[in-house]
Nanobody, 125 residues
Framework: VQLVESGGGLVQPGGSLRLSCAASGFTFDDYGMSWVRQAPGKGLEWVSGINWNGGSTYYAESMKGRFTISRDIAKKTVYLQMISLRPEDAALYYC???????????????????WGQGTQVTVSS
């Protein structure tokens, strides 16, 4: 099983990035997916989640309107499009997979089976 994140980097405040998470080794569309981040010296913060077929998406309050999660089942990839980035968005971004029955709870409460290694996002001028 692998979740491999990519797309992080250095961006100026107000800029945009698109993160990708490529999945392998498990049945991708059996799993809900989320992005979770960790800023230096802080705990894990759930960012956004998506159900198995992309029909339902969820966001932490501070990300609404700025972040968009999506998934491509054929490519076994989940994405996080981020715009209007702020210095406080700087963190290590992880993707995670949870085998959860559709409609069962919210992603921030799911128990995650698999995690990636993370991709670093730095927001600085």
């Amino acid at each position: 099983v692998q979740l491999v994140e990519s797309g992080g980097g250095l961006v100026q405040p107000g800029g945009s990035l698109r993160l990708s998470c490529a999945a392998s080794g498990f049945t991708f569309d059996d799993y809900g997916m989320s992005w979770v981040r960790q800023a230096p010296g802080k705990g894990l913060e759930w960012v956004s989640g998506i159900n198995w077929n992309g029909g339902s998406t969820y966001y932490a309050e501070s990300m609404k309107g700025r972040f968009t999660i999506s998934r491509d089942i054929a490519k076994k990839t989940v994405y996080l499009q981020m715009i209007s980035l702020r210095p406080e968005d700087a963190a290590l971004y992880y993707c995670a997979a949870a085998r959860i029955p559709d409609g069962c709870g919210r992603p921030e409460d799911w128990e995650y089976d698999y995690w990636g290694q993370g991709t670093q996002v730095t927001v600085s001028s």
